[in-house]
């Protein structure tokens, strides 16, 4: 099992580019996340998803749109990017059921700066 | 407002040095308190999840502990390898939101 993946790993953009973020999970996860993490704060939550063809808003979502078209894949897309969208990005899924209040698998990141 | 805060920001301790991390939390509907670890550029793992105060949970080196309004993070003896950064997050009822803290930042050395 290789878990839940994220490419690419690193990008850098100009202001006003855009870019989609695939996030990946081979355990059959109902629920999935993407969460930004930036320096003296705490990992935010900007969608999530609880299923397949479903997405809903977290914490920070403007700026940011998602997809969920495939169970196993949740993408992350940035239609025009801004410098204060330089983040590390991380995707996370948990199963279903009451192991919603369980752990969060996490992906290895993506570094994404934007000048 | 639901917060969840961590200290110390960053932790200097000599191997074998017993300390505590701390992660007070002001939230209502608090379903779940968990703690992951974080090593440098990559995901946070999964350590323990604390349901109830009066609960605890060891992992080696690691104990967990929850009362009504904080968790503390034991390291007893800890060796260069338990250095990461050390996150504390609440999950509530009913809904998807988790709140993270910022970390504490666990330098051991040898």
């Known amino acids: 099992n290789a878990g839940v993946t994220q490419t690419p790993k690193f990008r850098v953009l100009k202001t006003g580019q855009s870019m989609t973020l695939l996030c990946a999970q081979d355990?059959?996860?109902?629920?999935m996340y993407w969460y930004r993490q930036d320096p003296g704060m705490g990992l935010r939550l900007i969608h999530y998803?609880?299923?397949?063809?479903?997405?809903a808003k977290g914490e920070v979502p403007d700026g940011y749109n998602v997809s969920r078209l495939k169970k196993q894949n949740f993408l992350l897309g940035l239609e025009s990017a801004a410098p204060s969208q330089t983040s590390v990005y991380f995707c996370a899924s948990t199963g279903h059921g009451d192991s919603l209040y369980n752990e969060q698998f996490f992906g290895p990141g993506t570094r994404l700066t934007v000048l | 407002e639901d917060q969840v805060t961590q200290s110390p920001e960053a932790l200097r301790l000599q191997e074998g040095e017993s300390s505590s991390l701390n992660c007070s939390y002001t939230v209502s509907g608090l379903r779940g308190l968990f703690w992951y670890r974080q090593d440098p550029g990559k995901g946070p793992e999964f350590l323990f999840t604390?349901?109830?105060a009066g609960e605890e949970k060891e992992k080696e080196r690691l104990k967990a502990t929850l009362t009504k309004k904080e968790s503390f993070l034991h390291i007893t003896a800890p060796k260069p390898e338990d250095s990461a950064t050390y996150l504390c997050?609440?999950?509530?009822?009913?809904?998807?939101?988790?709140?993270f803290g910022a970390g504490t930042r666990l330098f051991v050395k040898a």
């Open positions: 997050a609440a999950g509530f009822f009913g809904g998807f939101k988790t709140i």
């Open positions: 998803s609880v299923g397949e063809g479903t997405t």
């Open positions: 604390l349901y109830s």
């Open positions: 355990m059959n996860h109902e629920y």
